[in-house]
T-cell receptor
């Protein structure tokens, strides 16, 4: 069965530091992979997605993610974090028929 | 584009009462999803529709939950009777084609 694991429940980084949020997936075929961000009291916003092709995917707000098939990973990165990036981040895998399976989320805190 | 519109934003109801949550998807989107978000269980897919037809309702927790999509521009999620454990944030999302959900802002339901 398809699944997504985000190993880090909570991460704190200093403003201006680099960020990497981990995501591991389980899926039998070539996965469709996504990262979403959720600010408090808001819905989820799509940051980026991977369907095929170049394994390094650029998204909005300066985020990028790299698909590594050998590691079943799709980690999210940002070279320099801003205080406004503090939010909950969700990795998701397409499970067929339009469904998405979400990880448990990683809460990002940013220190001034 | 107004996005996915959910109403109400907040709902407080007494145990045993009927609750109806509403969703207006983005025009032209052919998939509609209902998710529930709680601290304990994260994001759970409850049910989804394709072209107004329910495709998978295996995530609906109990018979107390029901969902309808009478036309392409409107869907409801109903809980009858409501219980305190139904307290959660309920999200509606829509997409066209395979993936790339747009989420609504959610309805925060509190059952007392």
């Amino acid at each position: 069965a398809q699944s997504v694991t985000q190993p880090d429940i909570h991460i704190t980084v200093s403003e201006g530091a680099s960020l990497e949020l981990r995501c591991n997936y389980s899926y039998g075929a070539t996965p469709y992979l996504f990262w979403y961000v959720q600010s408090p009291g808001q819905g989820l916003q799509l940051l980026l997605k991977y369907f095929s092709g170049d394994t390094l995917v650029q998204g909005i707000k300066g985020f990028e993610a790299e698909f590594k098939r050998s590691q079943s990973s799709f980690n999210l990165r940002k070279p320099s974090v801003h205080w406004s990036d503090a939010a909950e981040y969700y990795c998701a895998v397409g499970a067929g028929g339009g469904k998405l399976i979400f990880g448990q989320g990683t809460e990002l805190s940013v220190k001034p | 584009d107004a996005g996915v519109i959910q109403s109400p934003r907040h709902e407080v109801t007494e145990m045993g009462q009927e609750v109806t949550l509403r969703c207006k998807p983005i025009s032209g989107h052919d998939y509609l999803f209902w998710y529930r978000q709680t601290m304990m269980r994260g994001l759970e897919l409850l049910i989804y529709f394709n072209n107004n037809v329910p495709i998978d309702d295996s995530g609906m927790p109990e018979d107390r939950f029901s969902a309808k999509m009478p036309n392409a521009s409107f869907s409801t999620l109903k809980i009858q009777p409501s219980e305190p454990r139904d307290s959660a944030v309920y999200f509606c999302a829509s997409t066209v084609g395979t993936f790339g959900y747009t989420f609504g802002s959610g309805t925060r339901l509190t059952v007392v």
